[in-house]
């Protein structure tokens, strides 16, 4: 099953949708969270083809989804520059996801800053050795490449930087890689753990620094860092760089931590 088949069943209407051949996207009882989030962001824009590019999003994983779902999507707000769009995934009766995407055109700067440039700059993905080869959840296992992009392994820092790329990208545009891309890697509270149990993520949000993102060969610099973690919960800085060390996307997330 390719990356792109997983979408295959999202049409331009709403309601209910069945997917199939999800083992492979599958997190423990729940879908991967961004293969999840490129479900609800494929029902808006074949629902509101003609939408400006995208600039940012606001997700909540809310309860378990499964292969049945109901997808539900809504403009909220259309101006001259923004559009700004709901959509839903409900499953069982009850809500799994909701999301809200920002969409804006392009217009004159007035304001011009460049994201920092990437510390600790780890060497180029094809110097990388692997990581996480055979190990981890069923969607890493089947669906992306994992390569070392930090010295360290073990407790210590709460910080995980990877290299990684999808195996099978035909048929994905680069935004909707992202969304399937952003949140792949463990929370960086996973090196803080005083024991093994497991971590859930409760939310993501995200902004895209480029309307037109590109890397080299697939691969993204991904870095998870934990903020400040306690009661629990973790808060996490989430950002992707390219392959020449250009930041792409700049995110946060809430993550539960257990045991």
């Known amino acids: 099953m390719s990356t792109a088949n997983l979408l295959d069943p999202i049409t331009a209407d709403a309601g209910e949708t069945r997917f199939s051949g999800l083992d492979h996207w599958m ?7 961004g293969a999840s989030a490129l479900i609800a962001y494929t029902a808006v824009t074949r629902a509101f083809p003609d939408l400006p590019p995208l600039r940012g999003a606001q ?33 069982a009766g009850a809500c799994a ?15 011009l800053h460049d994201a920092a440039p990437v510390d600790e700059w780890p060497g180029a993905p094809e110097d990388a050795e692997p990581a996480m080869h055979g190990k981890g959840p069923a969607f890493i296992q089947n669906n992306f490449e994992i390569l070392r992009a930090q010295e360290h ?10 290299w990684a790329r999808l195996t099978e990208r035909t048929g994905l545009d680069p935004v909707s890689e992202l969304i399937l891309m952003g949140d792949v890697l463990p929370p960086g509270a996973m090196r803080a753990m005083q024991r093994q149990g497991p971590l859930s993520s409760i939310n993501w949000s995200f902004n895209l620094l480029d309307s037109a993102p590109a890397t080299r060969d697939g691969w993204w610099l991904a870095e998870t860092a934990s903020q400040h ?21 700049d995110g946060m997330q809430c993550v539960a931590v257990f045991g």
């Open 229 to 249: 973690a306690d009661a629990g919960y973790s808060s996490e800085r989430l950002r992707l760089w390219n392959a020449d060390g250009k930041q792409i996307l």
């Open 153 to 162: 392994q073990g407790p210590g820092a709460p910080v995980v930087r990877r």
């Open 27 to 33: 997190q423990g009882r729940t879908l991967y969270g």
């Open 97 to 111: 996801l909701t999301a809200f995407w920002l969409f804006g055109t392009d217009r004159e700067p007035n304001a």
């Open 59 to 91: 997700i909540a994983f809310v309860a378990p989804t499964g292969p049945e779902m109901e997808l539900r999507r809504e403009i909220v707000r259309q101006g001259r520059n923004v559009a700004q769009v709901r959509s839903e995934i409900w499953c």
